[in-house]
């Protein structure tokens, strides 16, 4: 007979997502089990985030420093060390670490696939065991890859985001299949460490959804580094050739290469977690409110945080979803006073904002790590004027910045989506070197609604870039 356990609330998943729902829950005495097959912290962790930004990084500071007059640097990246500094940002794959911190912060960890049976029920057949939940369950299990239908894709060993950012000795070349941020990165990523790079975009631009200038930067830059970049292209078929793969093409030729890297998008890893057992489509996201209550399973009981209900697809916007979820779950089952907001559960009216995701409506931040870096946040011009919204697009160059004349490389562009109908931003889109460290104040002017006439009494440092915001200030008329 399996063992069985209850818990206040179970969450499926212990990525950076998961963690980050059960310790909030927990924050008020509930017991939390948290329920994960693979390693604690999750694909971020191991799989895509950390270990991306690993192997970006090294030449990213190289290209950085050659760009620096008067600094004299020969010679290039060390393969073999870009690798090995790898692994330890990773902890060589090794997740105890993690369950420590799981552990130690009072939540109970168990080992293995977890499967809903039917309402607060969990069964882990791994473990023998069969969880109930008094309160709540919550899903957390991420996203996967999609694999295109290719003929000839099962003859292969395709990577995907996985193998490419865990990979141990570089390939000569490489096809990669898609022009979106994980087909950018890891273009740019193998292309650094030596490969030759072919990408095929079924579009007509990279980043697609983002501002177009974004995509063009990026394409430019990888065309220089020596990336063939075929837009408007499409794997038609794939065959093992050798010891590599066989690509044809729509237009009828074709590319060979050591390897395949499919960057074809991801989905809701929900397809085997017994959804529809509670009357959800397995395969499909979890439609949520924005305290993460699922909003299709009757009782109050099933949540959901993360890319697992198709609103959000990054881990920060994940771990921020699921801070709301816990502490909805917290205040609602749990009572009492929450440690970090110090505020009962609802106030007399029956106010549950500051319990809710509002922030994935509109003002979600994204960071590309190619060369030059894209950091964007809130809604493209395109987006904003399919919501209705009587938009103006203000645009500059860095080079109007003293801050920038301290590098040779291309300063970049910055460019503002105005509401002119309030006055405020509702987007945001930086490109050049290192501009992921400048979302943050766009994003706390577009969370904010901060008015312009008000950021204009924000006054930049000088000399350094973010004298872009007075620049676009100015251009808008201030």
């Known amino acids: 007979m399996p063992d069985a356990r209850t818990f206040d609330v179970i969450v499926l998943g212990a990525g950076a997502v998961g963690e980050n729902a059960a310790d909030r829950a927990a924050r008020t005495g509930l017991s939390v089990a948290v329920v994960e097959h693979e390693r604690v912290g999750g694909e971020c962790s191991y799989w895509a985030c950390m270990p991306s930004k690993a192997l970006l990084r090294p030449n990213a500071a190289l290209t950085a420093a050659r760009a620096v007059p008067g600094v004299a640097i020969s010679g290039g990246l060390d393969v073999g060390a870009v690798l090995a500094r790898r692994d330890e940002i990773v902890h060589h794959w090794d997740d105890g670490s993690q369950v420590s911190w799981l552990e130690g912060a009072g939540l109970t960890l168990v080992r293995g696939a977890g499967r809903i049976t039917g309402p607060r029920t969990v069964a882990v057949e791994d473990a023998d065991v069969v969880l109930t939940a008094r309160h709540a369950v919550v899903v957390s299990t991420g996203s996967e890859p999609v694999l295109p239908s290719l003929p000839g894709l099962d003859t292969i060993t395709p990577w995907t985001s ?123 996201p979890v439609a949520v409110d924005d305290t993460g209550l699922a909003t299709g399973v009757a009782g109050g009981w099933l949540y959901a945080t993360g890319d697992v209900t198709g609103r959000t697809n990054t881990t920060h916007q ?161």
């Open 162 to 284: 996985r193998e490419v950012t865990s990979m141990h000795e570089v390939p000569g070349s490489v096809v990669v299949v898609g022009g979106g941020v994980v087909g950018c990165e890891m273009a740019t990523a193998l292309a650094d460490l030596g490969a030759t790079v072919t990408m095929l975009v079924r579009g007509d631009r990279l980043l697609a959804g983002m501002e177009p200038f974004a995509g063009e930067a990026v394409a430019s830059s990888l065309a220089a580094m020596g990336v063939v970049v075929r837009l408007g292209t499409s794997a038609t078929a794939v065959a093992a050739d050798g010891d590599g793969v066989l690509v044809t093409i729509d237009d009828g030729s074709t590319a060979r290469a050591d390897r395949l890297l499919l960057a074809t998008g991801r989905r809701p890893r929900t397809r085997d977690l017994g959804l529809e057992t509670i009357g959800l489509t397995p395969g499909g």
């Open 318 to 478: 994940g771990k921020y979803d699921a801070r709301a979820t816990g502490d909805a779950i917290a205040h609602r089952f749990g009572g009492g006073q929450h440690g970090s907001l110090g505020a009962t559960a609802v106030d007399s009216a029956g106010d549950w904002s500051r319990f809710r995701a509002t922030a994935d409506h509109g003002a979600v931040p994204q960071v590309v790590f190619t060369r030059p870096e894209v950091a964007a946040v809130g809604l493209t011009e395109a987006a904003a004027r399919a919501r209705g919204l009587d938009v103006r697009v203000v645009t500059v160059g860095f080079d109007s910045t003293a801050g920038a004349v301290f590098s040779s490389a291309d300063p970049g562009t910055a460019s503002l989506v105005v509401d002119e109908g309030r006055g405020v931003i509702v987007g945001a889109t930086f490109v050049g070197p290192e501009v992921a460290e400048m979302l943050h104040a766009a994003t706390i002017a577009v969370v904010g609604e901060v008015p312009l006439t008000r950021l204009w009494h924000a006054v930049p440092a000088y000399p350094t870039r973010s004298e872009v915001w007075l620049r676009l200030l100015e251009a808008y008329g201030l």
